[in-house]
Every structure is written in structure tokens, then in C-alpha cells.
């Protein structure tokens, strides 16, 4: 059965980091592109980044573009979201998605990935 399970939001200070993940389960890992979205209440779901099957290629929006950093470690079935220099605006529930790469352009569409986590909620105050 495949799982995405986020891990490691919270409530942090503007100007703080933190860093997500996401393990999963019951995929080929190392075959899939992985996606990084948020979406704040009343807002629709917004692309953040994302990292090739093999992670030498990463994408991002241009709102966390030098301040957020997408890695993954495929030996552990896993991607991560480094977010420093927080702010406020960057609250949101972060979702991790999976979808068989897609060679030879990641996607950032939402509707191009097949899997998705649960979602942890991430809270920037001032």
C-alpha cells in the first residue's frame, strides 16, 4: 500500500527553519519524481519545489527560491524540506507527492502527481 507521511512541521518565528519530511512506502522510490506543495486556508494548493528520481535535478517556486531546499535520500525512501529565513506568508499545511518521473521536466502541476501525503502544518509567526 503506498503511504507519503510528512513529519516535522511546527510553529517557528519569522525569520526561523525548519526541516520536513517525507518517508515513503510501497513505491519504487528511486524511480519517482517528488514534489513539495503547501496551500494556506482559503487558498489553493501551490507548488514549492521539486527533486528528479535520482536528485540531481531540483525546481522551485520563485517565493521560496533561495530560502527553501528540497534533498532526498533514496537508500531510506525519503525527501526533505529544508526552509530557512521564514516568513510569515510561508504558512501553510506542506504536502510531499510522488509521481513516476517524468523525464525530461519535473513537473509543478499538482494534477501531474498520483500520490500524496497527509500534509503537516507549518505556522509562521511574527
Known amino acids: 500500500q503506498v503511504q507519503l507521511a510528512e513529519s516535522g512541521g511546527g510553529l517557528v518565528e519569522v525569520g526561523g527553519s525548519l526541516r520536513l519530511s517525507c518517508k515513503v512506502s510501497?513505491?519504487?522510490?528511486?524511480?519517482?519524481?517528488m514534489g513539495w506543495f503547501r496551500q494556506a486556508p482559503g487558498k489553493e494548493r501551490e507548488f514549492v519545489g521539486a527533486i528528479n528520481w535520482r536528485g540531481d535535478n531540483t525546481i522551485y517556486a520563485d517565493s521560496v527560491k533561495g530560502r527553501f531546499t528540497i534533498s532526498r535520500a533514496n537508500v531510506v525512501n525519503s525527501v526533505y524540506l529544508r526552509m530557512d529565513s521564514l516568513k510569515v506568508e510561508d504558512t501553510a499545511v506542506y504536502y510531499c507527492?510522488?509521481?513516476?518521473?517524468?523525464?525530461?521536466?519535473?513537473?509543478?502541476?499538482?494534477?501531474?502527481?498520483?500520490?500524496w501525503g497527509q500534509g503537516t502544518q507549518v505556522t509562521v509567526s511574527s
Open positions: 507527492a510522488a509521481v513516476l518521473n517524468q523525464l525530461p521536466t519535473l513537473p509543478r502541476r499538482a494534477g501531474r502527481y498520483n500520490y
Open positions: 510501497g513505491l519504487p522510490f528511486s524511480t519517482y519524481d
